[in-house]
């Protein structure tokens, strides 16, 4: 393959919780099932791969989570221990609530003791692109077409659909096109790594 068909192009800031664990469902809200000898909430947005693997179904928009407390308030970002849904402030949102179009990236809501959370939200995208590396490994589920690729070594989307995307949002986090993070001085989280910028590679590798 020529290596001009490697070239990166257009870049998105990403940002991701450094928070080692995330916050846990409540048990209470979901029915239950057992997985890995554990019993886990299993919310009707789960899917289980025949492999085993448990995951958001990729076809699922907008989420609404039941937490057993609230999030850190330390924090602007974080994630739910059960299959890591992206928790974010309200506040930091409102800082890119416009490029949540409904289409690809939706807003949903925050419940603890079943009550709404205001000042949290979650944000998801159905059908999201995935993040890839130069290991090229991944697998896709067959009954939801959820992606999951082992990121080793420098990352990078290689889906062309991305091109002219100015929010993302994945497994891995939640990407913001650098030149629209730039002009609305967008600041990093409280919580969250400091964001790396990370491009689209034509001609990259796909999904096995």
Excluded at 67 to 84: C, H, M, N, V, Y
Excluded at 164 to 185: H, K, M, P
Aim: charged share 25%; hydrophobic share 40%; aromatic share 10%.
């Amino acid at each position: 393959m020529p290596q001009a068909e490697k070239k990166l192009s257009e870049k998105w800031l990403w940002y991701t919780s450094r928070t080692p664990r995330g916050v846990p469902l409540d048990p209470r809200a979901y029915p239950s099932a057992v997985f890995d000898r554990e019993v886990i909430p299993w919310p009707d947005w789960a899917c289980k791969a025949p492999d085993g693997g448990v995951h958001i179904d990729a076809r699922i928009g907008a989420i609404d989570v039941h937490l057993a407390k609230a999030p850190s308030s330390r924090d602007e970002i974080s994630w739910t221990r059960g299959f890591q849904v992206r928790l974010v402030s309200s506040e930091w949102l409102a800082q890119i609530e416009d490029l949540i179009d409904g289409r690809n990236v939706a807003r949903g809501q925050v419940f603890v003791d079943g009550r709404a959370l205001t000042d949290w939200a979650t944000i998801h995208e159905a059908h999201a692109t995935r993040l890839f590396s130069d290991d090229e490994r991944s697998k896709v589920c067959p009954i939801c077409g959820d992606l999951y690729a082992v990121l080793y070594g420098k990352t990078f989307f290689v889906d062309p659909a991305v091109q002219g995307r100015r929010l993302i949002v994945t497994s891995n986090g939640i990407f913001v096109r650098e030149d629209e993070a730039i002009r609305r001085r967008l600041r990093t989280p409280a919580g969250a790594y400091k964001p790396s910028l990370v491009g689209l590679r034509r001609g990259g590798p796909t999904a096995q």
